[in-house]
């Protein structure tokens, strides 16, 4: 007989993708939260990928040695966890980014200084400092309780965790901006060029510190940003991308997010903006075939859905399933199935309006008024935030990507898309959507994380 409990995680498990579907779809479709997005574009020379991508290259290695960037933990609590004991510290730091003359402008003043909690583990007697995993934010993360309550547990392995809050966000959030959602898509570029930069400076320090192994990861777009930082690093680290999409493209332009996006605003910026955008586009110019799939001229979007079956706008990986093609990848890459229903009796319960649900959630999938608008924001995104754009990891086999069989978030291709680029990494696979997944999966995200930093070389 199923225990409660039991009964919880099978329905949770079996309704992942309806729980995050509707709930995007009932929230922002009504108006209750602003959406992503509402000032359009913004400026998006802030973040010229080519200069940057050079400027990071050359100012890491030198950067990381400038003794004027300190930092000064403040001890804030303490516990155990087990038999291990642990200490909490806290700090913060002016970002990298602040000295950018370019980008400086258009970071909100609130954003411009760091903050980073640091759970430390104490060192056994006679043993080194042992290895620490850095946890960046996923979107709308507030604070620090989240990596927290993921990383806490990871003490007893002896296992530190440093989590750092990004721009936008808890103690760096604008005051003028609204809960989570970024007013531009110029802040999320900015959010993630800030976030490698800080990144690497941790990292740095923990290795400084004697740290001998040391990780990164993150939930969902804390897992892009970490694939970016764990390819900018000059050494090798461990890497933990969770629920996480090779660009932020799938997440916005076809997952659930696209539910809480200002298309309107976006639509009269496609057609207003559109040969603006496209010439950055060309200056930041193109290493893979990505961008070529999201590339669509902002004037034949209907001919591109006619001809391809595809609507215009549509990520790379989305586009092999909306043509009825199954991915297929290395071994361990294929996706489960959901559970079955002949043990279910439960889900036989709400097997009928969850059908009934998930088809009217799908029809609003459907709706394309703003195609120009998706290819537009689809080209962004391609453009900047694409973690196959940077160098790979030094170490990919150290690499564990985790993703949802049920994820509405972040399609499975786009998991797929992520392990691919990163050869010689492992994909594997939790039941349920991309809520349920954080909620119930935590020690599966845990195990990931240990089991990566082990891969490292001795």
């Given amino acids: 007989m199923s225990t409660p ?3 919880i995680y099978s329905i949770a498990e079996r309704t992942g993708k309806l729980v995050d579907l509707t709930y995007s779809s009932l929230v922002h479709q009504l108006g209750l939260t602003p959406p992503f997005f509402k000032e359009g574009l913004g400026q998006l020379d802030v973040v010229d990928f080519h200069n940057d991508l050079v400027t ?3 100012w890491l290695p030198t950067a990381l040695d400038d003794p004027d ?5 403040v001890q804030t609590d303490a516990g155990r966890v087990g038999s291990r004991q642990y200490r909490v510290y806290r700090a ?5 980014v602040a000295r950018d003359s370019r980008a400086a402008h258009a970071l909100p003043a609130e954003s411009r200084t760091a903050h980073a909690l640091w759970i430390a583990p104490d060192p056994l007697p006679g043993q080194a400092p042992g290895p620490c995993t850095l946890q960046l934010a996923a979107t709308g993360d507030h604070g620090f309780a989240r990596r927290t309550r993921l990383g806490l547990p990871l003490v007893e392995k002896g296992i530190g965790t440093i989590a750092l809050e990004s721009p936008y966000y808890g103690l760096r959030k604008p005051a003028q901006q609204r809960g989570a959602k970024l007013a531009r898509v110029s802040d999320l570029l900015l959010l993630g060029r800030a976030t490698i930069e800080e990144g690497a400076l941790l990292l740095d320090w923990l290795r400084r510190q004697g740290h001998g192994r040391l ?3 993150g939930l969902s777009m804390g897992g892009v940003h970490a694939s970016m930082v764990a390819g900018m690093y000059p050494g090798a680290v461990a890497l933990t991308p969770l629920l996480a999409p090779r660009s932020a493209a799938s ?14 605003r976006l639509a009269a910026e496609a057609e207003g903006r559109g040969p603006e955008v496209r010439e950055q586009l060309a200056r930041a110019g193109r290493a893979t075939d990505a961008l070529r799939a999201a590339r669509y001229l902002l004037d034949e979007t209907d001919g591109e859905t006619a001809r391809t079956g595809v609507p215009a706008g549509t990520a790379p990986g989305r586009a092999a399933e909306a043509r009825g093609s ?3 990848g290395t071994q361990g890459t294929e996706v489960p199935s959901p559970p079955g229903t002949a043990d279910g009796g439960v889900w036989a319960g709400v097997g009928g309006l969850a059908e009934r649900l998930l088809k009217w959630v799908a029809m609003l999938e459907r709706r394309e008024e703003h195609a120009a608008a998706v290819a537009l924001l689809a080209q962004v995104l391609e453009a900047f935030t694409d973690v196959s754009r940077f160098p790979r990891p030094r170490c990919p086999e150290a690499a564990i990507v985790v993703g949802a069989t049920e994820d509405a978030y972040v399609c499975r291709e786009a998991v797929l898309d992520l392990h691919h680029f990163l050869e010689g990494s492992e994909v594997r696979w939790v039941p349920g959507g991309h809520v349920s997944s954080f909620l119930l999966h935590q020690e599966a995200f845990r195990s990931a994380i240990a089991d990566s930093l082990a891969r490292l070389p001795a």
């Fill in 5 to 7: 409990k039991g009964v």
């Fill in 251 to 264: 997440a916005y332009c076809t997952g659930a997010l696209r539910h809480a996006t200002a298309w309107p």
């Fill in 215 to 217: 990780g990164v990861g």
């Fill in 326 to 328: 199954e991915a297929t």
């Fill in 92 to 96: 913060s730091f002016e970002s990298p």
């Fill in 69 to 73: 960037r300190r930092l000064d933990w």
């Fill in 56 to 58: 990071l290259r050359d």
